[in-house]
């Protein structure tokens, strides 16, 4: 007979794999960015939309996301340490995402044809609204602070896009204790 795994083994898999995405991607497109396209001013990034699927699957654990793609992109773009806080501290007010999330509730922004972009689009300015105010608490002058929300404009409409597509993905973009109950319904329907 076949062990089953728990909800905790199911979830520290899913997790590690989606840490594992995010530092590959960001990776992939930060090295794009300062390799093949050093003198364009705009760049492109998938934290937003990973941390925003995490947070729809597990809730908080997003926040893990958040801070690797902050992490990654400072790494491997030779940031300065204050840039490190700027964008791991920053990137953690998509935390607040949650409350739209909790109060909306998952299953009608997973399967809602707005609220399922509104949503990630909400983390992406949520981490640039934290960038900002983290750079000016920082001494960054206001001025300095526009730079989060305009060079990365282009990351608001590949977050879209994505969005728009994993959320035809069976149970990618979905809480993952619902989708998981959702599954053995369905066998049971078909066993019984």
């Given at each position: 007979?076949?062990?089953?795994?728990?909800?905790?083994e199911?979830?520290?898999?899913?997790?590690t794999?989606?840490?594992?995405?995010?530092?590959?991607?960001?990776?992939?497109?930060?090295?794009?960015?300062?390799?093949?396209?050093?003198?364009?001013l705009?760049?492109?990034?998938?934290?937003?939309?990973l941390?925003a699927?995490v947070?729809m699957?597990?809730?908080?654990?997003?926040?893990?996301?958040?801070?690797?793609?902050?992490?990654?992109?400072?790494?491997?773009s030779e940031?300065?340490?204050?840039?490190?806080i700027?964008y791991?501290?920053?990137?953690?007010?998509?935390?607040?995402?949650?409350?739209?999330?909790?109060?909306?509730?998952?299953?009608?922004?997973?399967?809602?044809?707005?609220?399922?972009?509104?949503?990630?689009?909400?983390?992406?300015?949520l981490?640039?609204?934290?960038?900002?105010?983290?750079?000016?608490l920082?001494?960054?002058?206001?001025?300095?602070?526009?730079g989060f929300?305009?060079?990365d404009?282009?990351?608001?409409?590949?977050?879209?896009?994505?969005?728009?597509?994993?959320?035809?993905?069976?149970?990618?973009?979905?809480?993952q204790k619902?989708?998981?109950?959702?599954?053995?319904?369905?066998?049971?329907?078909?066993g019984?």
């Open positions: 007979m076949e062990r089953k795994r728990t909800l905790g199911y979830r520290a898999i899913d997790l794999m989606f840490a594992i995405m995010t530092c590959v991607f960001e990776f992939l497109v930060t090295r794009a960015a300062h390799t093949w396209f050093p003198q364009e705009y760049t492109v990034s998938t934290a937003a939309i941390t699927i947070y699957r597990w809730g908080a654990w997003g926040a893990v996301n958040a801070v690797l793609s902050g992490l990654v992109y400072c790494l491997f940031a300065a340490g204050e840039q490190y700027i791991c501290v920053g990137n953690l007010f998509s935390l607040l995402s949650l409350v739209f999330l909790f109060k909306v509730g998952k299953e009608r922004v997973r399967t809602g044809q707005f609220l399922s972009l509104i949503f990630p689009f909400l983390v992406q300015l981490m640039h609204g934290g960038r900002a105010l983290t750079a000016l920082l001494g960054e002058p206001p001025a300095g602070v526009a929300f305009l060079l404009s282009l990351s608001y409409l590949f977050t879209l896009v994505i969005a728009w597509i994993v959320k035809r993905l069976d149970g990618v973009y979905e809480d619902h989708y998981l109950l959702r599954l053995q319904a369905k066998e049971e329907k078909k019984g």
